[in-house]
């Protein structure tokens, strides 16, 4: 029986995989039959080759839970379409990236919460402001105009 599997590469604190079908009861980073593709779960790019993946999956492999949650994202290069070539990236864009990372994020520091909260505050303060403003306007213009006494 065959598994599609994660293969764990990389520095410690710095995890790559390499998705792979295995035989179910080899070790976890044991001589794959093929390799599909990798994850790299720091940038979340996600390079799979989806023919040959539906291929053993059609065949009776077994992915594990994380690789079928990557099976049903679109992956960032199809290696159907070649050779995967890692694009250097710019500084504006990484941040760019990390940006756009962060806002999908459901996690949300303390120190993030406390500025959401803060600035949330400061803005209902400012709207209030603003209404009192507005009502004091209205009421000095709908006042008569006191005039002064004829001498």
């Not at 790559?16 to 009861?25: E, G, H, N, S």
């Not at 290696?79 to 070539?85: A, D, I, K, S, Y």
């Not at 990484?94 to 949330?120: D, V």
Request: no cysteine; aromatic share 4%.
């Amino acid at each position: 029986m065959l598994k599609i599997r994660l293969q764990r590469y990389g520095k410690s604190g710095a995890p790559y995989y390499r998705i792979a079908v295995l035989p179910k009861t080899s070790r976890r980073d044991g001589k794959p039959v093929e390799l599909l593709g990798s994850y790299n779960p720091r940038t979340k790019e996600l390079v799979l080759n989806v023919a040959r993946a539906a291929y053993w999956q059609s065949v009776g492999a077994i992915p594990s839970d994380t690789v079928a949650a990557l099976l049903k994202r679109t992956p960032d290069h199809n290696l159907e379409n070649g050779p995967f070539n890692s694009k250097v990236k710019t500084r504006s864009e990484k941040l760019k990236h990390l940006a756009e990372l962060k806002s999908k994020s459901t996690k949300i520091g303390k120190a993030e919460r406390q500025r959401r909260e803060a600035k949330k505050q400061a803005d209902e303060e400012a709207a209030k402001k603003a209404a009192e403003e507005a009502a004091a306007a209205k009421e000095a213009a709908e006042a008569p105009a006191e005039t002064a006494p004829a001498a």
